[in-house]
């Protein structure tokens, strides 16, 4: 799941987007959050792995929209000669005042 559980704000840098696996990403070969902003574009942010988790450090131009974000990790583990995507997470970001 996403570790960014309540609304953020638009142009907020350094919030963290963890995904959790449930499997030792230690060794993935590729570690990449697939998003789907509100408008529908996509992106794909690199990542790094945590443990059983994966996440990437937003930089205040990635939530540069307001509404719901979906994200989804994709791994390449080739010690379990698996690779895949997990489960997509969504979080929301706020409009800021001004």
Do not use: C
Request: glycine letters at 10%; proline letters at 6%; charged letters at 25%.
């Amino acid at each position: 799941m996403s570790e960014q559980r309540k609304p953020g704000q638009t142009g907020d840098d350094g919030t963290r987007i963890r995904i959790e696996l449930g499997v030792d990403a230690s060794t993935a070969a590729v570690a990449t959050i697939k998003v789907r902003k509100p408008d529908f574009t996509t992106e794909t942010w690199p990542a790094t792995p945590d443990g059983t988790s994966i996440y990437y450090d937003a930089a205040a131009s990635d939530l540069d929209q307001v509404g719901d974000y979906i994200v989804q990790a994709y791994v390449d583990l080739p010690g379990l000669s698996w690779a895949g995507h997990s489960p997509k997470v969504g979080f929301k970001i706020l409009d800021n005042i001004f």
